[in-house]
């Protein structure tokens, strides 16, 4: 489904990619300033959605009102319709249900002040997980393993995650995300605070974790998006200008907007 138009992905992308989570005519309101205008996408199953586009254009805003992380903000207003799974999620379910579905990362590492391992065992004790220490052990290893952390920090469980460098950080919130077993990653701009060696490990965790969960990734890196995402959503000013795989949307855009953008000409 191509966001701007009537357009469809060719049948043969359709027969073989199922959409996870979808949003039609999605506005989001601050006070009386419309932050997005009538986005409507389809997140497809086992991919990596990327955002990409020049600051303030929606793509944060439109990731958070995936897993309800709007709701919080004084004067903001929803209209338009989010979907997970043919479930409405702002009137199906409720948020905390949601966000067990929907993890989150966010930009800057945001450890507990706890362990390494309470950092990750965290989410399956408040949501009730599991019942027995074995079990918990088992989500935290697995959870750490999956998240690429596991070798450099399995003799240190009991040590403070905020004493890990952020890379490291950033794998323990990957983790702690997992945990819980969500259907959806969020991240917004997970490697922007990381160096070049961080950022690579981070990437290629991303491209495993696609086997297993739905992701989408805000990123003001159009070299990120092409190397981590299966397609991409080019935002501007609220809406959505292009969307569809991200080879042809970087080596022919249909639309000069984006060709301008991915060109350098603006942004």
């Known amino acids: 489904m191509l966001a701007a138009s009537s357009e469809t992905l060719p049948a043969a992308q359709e027969d073989i990619a199922r959409a996870k989570m979808t949003s039609r005519d999605l506005e989001v309101f601050y006070g009386?300033?419309?932050?997005?205008?009538?986005?409507?996408?389809?997140?497809?199953?086992?991919?990596?959605?990327?955002?990409?586009?020049?600051?303030?254009c929606g793509k944060s805003t439109y990731l958070r009102s995936l897993n309800r992380m709007n709701d919080g903000i004084l004067g903001c207003r929803?209209?338009?319709?989010?979907?997970?799974?043919?479930?409405?999620?702002?009137?199906?379910?409720?948020?905390?249900?949601?966000?067990?579905?929907?993890?989150?990362?966010?930009?800057?590492?945001?450890?507990?002040?706890?362990?390494?391992?309470?950092?990750?065992?965290?989410?399956?004790?408040?949501h009730g997980i599991v019942e027995r220490k074995d079990e918990l052990d088992h989500i935290v290893t697995s959870s750490l393993k999956r998240a690429g952390l596991w070798?450099?920090?399995?003799d240190r469980l009991d040590s403070m995650g905020t004493g890990l460098s952020g890379g490291q950080?950033?794998?323990?919130?990957?983790?702690?995300?997992?945990?819980?077993?969500?259907?959806?990653?969020?991240?917004?701009?997970?490697?922007?605070?990381?160096?070049?060696?961080?950022?690579a490990t981070v990437e290629e965790?991303?491209?495993?974790?696609?086997?297993?969960?739905?992701?989408?990734?805000?990123?003001?890196?159009?070299?990120?998006?092409?190397?981590?995402?299966?397609?991409?959503?080019?935002?501007?000013?609220?809406?959505?200008?292009?969307?569809?795989?991200?080879?042809?949307?970087f080596t022919n855009p249909r639309e000069k907007l984006t060709q301008g953008y991915i060109t350098g000409r603006f942004g």
């Open 32 to 56: 009386d300033s419309r932050a997005l205008k009538g986005i409507s996408l389809d997140i497809f199953e086992n991919e990596v959605t990327s955002l990409i586009g020049p600051s303030g």
């Open 151 to 154: 070798d450099e920090v399995k």
């Open 78 to 126: 929803v209209t338009g319709t989010v979907t997970l799974d043919d479930e409405d999620v702002y009137r199906d379910l409720d948020s905390v249900q949601l966000r067990a579905r929907v993890g989150m990362v966010f930009q800057k590492p945001n450890p507990f002040p706890k362990s390494i391992y309470d950092n990750v065992a965290f989410g399956p004790r408040i």
């Open 205 to 249: 965790l991303i491209d495993e974790l696609r086997a297993n969960f739905t992701i989408i990734i805000v990123t003001h890196s159009m070299q990120q998006a092409a190397r981590v995402s299966q397609r991409t959503a080019f935002f501007h000013l609220g809406e959505v200008v292009e969307f569809g795989p991200t080879e042809d949307l």
């Open 169 to 199: 950080q950033q794998r323990l919130c990957i983790a702690r995300a997992i945990a819980i077993s969500p259907e959806v990653i969020l991240m917004d701009e997970p490697c922007s605070a990381l160096d070049p060696i961080a950022t």
